[in-house]
């Protein structure tokens, strides 16, 4: 669900149908249903990816993908807590941040190698990055008379997945203004101190898109255009431009159904999908506690709506 600019909520529709051959090529018939876009507390997320992938098989879905923020930390783990969920394909995945002239463009990896170098390469540059970002984010709260040392950022981080590292970033900053007190919520630390184009916000160097989807690729991933609502194009024909723009340097798909995607965006993913030969993908953005209005499995995609590239990568990850 979302908010449209007149501040209504409008639900995001949802595909009921599956054929045959899709239930037998994807096993269990009564998992019907995938959430491809997630995250663990290896990067912004609540949760640890053992955590998720339990709450997953709870909720009886078909697969779900890991896709924590540059960084592929909290695989391990997850891959370990699935052995113990049969019926449950774990989708190995990142989303990966690159530059945009407007709004925010990420791309999720789907079905990647964890262990490729190229992609290790890759999130080495982003990851740095990262952490010479941080310090002067707390530089200017402090300023701004809401001081944080990096202890506390950590803390409200909370413990990173088993034998693995932290990807610090905003999120994390955000939770501890808020444990701190600055902030009635981390919603309002964005809005108000660390979004874009707030008095605490400094940029972090990115890909360019063309590298995103080069290193997804090379890692074996299947590269998707994430949540395109976040781009803000004011039109569909700019939104078309630029995803036609992306499937140049090798986009192979775009998530169509998303927890912030109306009705109408929505539907104009499906086209566009439709029309340049993308794949359809879909999921939650789930979070867990940090962003509790997105529920797991929400918008409900069924495995009949993602076509034979992506019931590929499932099939592979079981």
């Not at 269990?28 to 339990?54: C, I, M, N, Q, Y």
């Not at 009886?60 to 449950?88: F, I, K, N, Q, S």
């Not at 660390?194 to 360019?208: C, M, T, V």
């Amino acid at each position: 669900m979302r908010a449209n600019g007149g501040g209504r909520i409008t639900k995001t529709p949802e595909i009921t149908k599956i054929t045959t051959n899709t239930e037998r090529e994807l096993g269990d018939t009564k998992r019907r249903f995938v959430d491809l876009h997630t995250h663990s507390t290896a990067s912004d997320g609540g949760l640890s990816p053992a955590e998720l992938v339990r709450l997953a098989d709870q909720a009886r879905l078909a697969a779900v993908a890991l896709t924590d923020h540059d960084t592929v930390e909290g695989l391990d783990e997850a891959c370990r807590a699935a052995r113990e969920c049969p019926d449950l394909a774990l989708v190995p995945g990142i989303e990966v941040s690159a530059s945009c002239p407007h709004g925010t463009l990420h791309l999720l990896g789907l079905g990647i190698d964890p262990a490729s170098d190229a992609l290790a390469r890759t999130l080495q540059t982003l990851q740095a990055g990262r952490a010479e970002r941080n310090p002067r984010i707390l530089a200017r709260l402090g300023e701004l008379g809401m001081p944080l040392t990096m202890e506390e950022v950590l803390e409200a981080a909370g413990p990173a997945p088993a034998g693995q590292r932290h990807v610090v970033g905003r999120a994390h900053i955000a939770q501890a203004l808020h444990h701190k007190g600055y902030v009635s919520d981390v919603q309002q630390a964005f809005a108000r101190w660390i979004g874009q184009g707030k008095p605490a916000y400094f940029d972090k160097e990115r890909l360019s898109p063309a590298q995103a989807i080069d290193a997804i690729r090379r890692a074996g991933g299947l590269a998707v255009l994430a949540h395109p609502v976040h781009l803000r194009m004011d039109n569909r024909l700019q939104l078309e431009r630029v995803v036609r723009e992306l499937a140049g340097h090798g986009l192979e798909g775009i998530e169509a159904y998303h927890s912030d995607h109306s009705d109408t965006l929505t539907r104009i993913c499906l086209d566009l999908g439709r029309r340049l030969g993308l794949a359809v993908v879909g999921g939650s953005d789930f979070h867990g506690p940090p962003k509790p209005h997105v529920r797991l499995g929400r918008p409900r995609v069924p495995v009949a709506a993602l076509g034979p590239a992506v019931w590929r990568i499932i099939d592979r990850s079981r």
